[in-house]
């Protein structure tokens, strides 16, 4: 089965820190993905990556970053916590070919105060 | 960019009674993917359809695609509590490997 480790489920930072969120995956998969979950707005893409060192824009990438090293691991980092990144986010993968399943991680719950 | 709509946003059911979601897209969908978030899960990828007018069932599940591959349905027959949930349905992204979920058809089922 294909595991998906998301580093924290939930976390509570204050406004203006920097925030990393870690994800890693044990299936060799080259795609990974960040989201956010929020209620009435589904899945909102942040960025995502096809291969190391890889990474492309998503729907909402205003406020993050992020940095793929290693082919397992994905880490989306909030540059400075604001109050609206409050939210649900999940990280996922899958093979590179086409638009595979994907597969999610358990979520981190962030709270920004 | 590529959009996909989902309809209901809820749907109250009682036990027992059948259930379902339509997705829809503006264009032509190369494949579409169902998921099922359970509450204070993760999404949990159920299905993919690929051809025109495909139909596969899963026990109590059937999912369709659509002649023109613009829209896509889940109906759940007999619903039991089990199948309390958010479903999703995603298709083909912008890029070539991104999906863009439809916003979810959140079920209740009253015992």
């Known amino acids: ?113 | 960019g590529q959009q996909v709509m989902q309809i209901p946003q809820y749907q109250h059911v009682q036990e027992g009674e059948d259930f379902t979601t339509y997705c829809n897209s503006s264009t032509t969908l190369s494949n579409i993917q169902w998921y099922k978030q359970r509450p204070g899960g993760h999404p949990v990828f159920l299905i993919q359809l690929v051809k025109s007018g495909e139909v596969k069932k899963q026990k109590r599940l059937t999912f369709q695609f659509g002649e023109a591959k613009k829209n896509s349905s889940l109906h759940i027959t007999a619903t039991q509590t089990t199948d309390v949930g958010t479903y999703f349905c995603a298709g083909p992204g912008a890029g070539s490997y991104q999906l863009t979920f439809g916003k979810g058809t959140k079920l209740s089922v009253i015992p």
């Open chain 1, 1 to 113: 089965d294909v595991k998906v480790t998301q580093s924290s489920r939930y976390l509570v930072k204050r406004t203006g820190e920097k925030v990393f969120l870690e994800c890693v995956q044990d299936m060799d998969h080259e795609n990974m993905f960040w989201y956010r979950q929020d209620p009435g707005l589904g899945l909102r893409l942040i960025y995502f990556s096809y291969d190391v060192k890889m990474k492309e824009k998503g729907d909402i990438p205003e406020g993050y970053s992020v940095s793929r090293e290693k082919k397992e691991r994905f880490s989306l980092i909030l540059e400075s916590a604001s109050t609206n990144q409050t939210s649900m986010y999940l990280c996922a993968s899958s093979f590179r070919a086409g638009q595979q399943p994907q597969h999610f991680g358990d979520g981190t719950r962030l709270s920004i105060l």
